[in-house]
């Protein structure tokens, strides 16, 4: 079983920058996969970005490309998101989680765990 706690979350003005984190419970952190996904409301949770199986490969939708980065530091059991140059578009609910299974990691359904999330909300 893994626990995930995001954090890191608030308002920021456009053009602004965030760092969220996400600190996971395993034993073993460096086995999972993680990424991050965020909902808005009134729409479906959507991937952002993710780290292959391989843990080293990292993945990015579209729209955050250029502009967030994913990281994560084993020794801390933790999981990182950059996000600058942010837009009102980015407001969300941001999700991280951990997977086990192979793929790519765009997927949610590859997911077996999920934190709470944590809300980012840019103002224009």
């Known amino acids: 079983q893994v626990q995930l706690v995001e954090s890191g979350g608030g308002l920021v003005q456009a053009g602004g920058s965030l760092r969220l984190s996400c600190a996971a419970s395993?034993?073993?952190?460096?086995?999972?996969?993680m990424g991050w996904f965020r909902q808005a409301p009134g729409k479906e949770r959507e991937f952002v970005a993710a780290f292959n199986s391989n843990s080293i490969s990292t993945l990015y939708a579209d729209s955050v490309k250029g502009r967030f980065t994913i990281s994560r530091d084993n020794a801390k059991n933790t999981v990182y998101l950059q996000m600058n140059s942010l837009k009102p578009e980015d407001t969300a609910v941001y999700y991280c989680?951990?997977?086990?299974?192979?793929?790519?990691?765009?997927?949610?359904?590859?997911?077996?765990?999920w934190g709470q999330g944590t809300q980012v909300t840019v103002s224009s």
């Open positions: 989680a951990a997977k086990t299974r192979a793929g790519s990691g765009y997927f949610s359904t590859q997911y077996a765990y």
């Open positions: 395993a034993r073993t952190f460096s086995s999972y996969a």
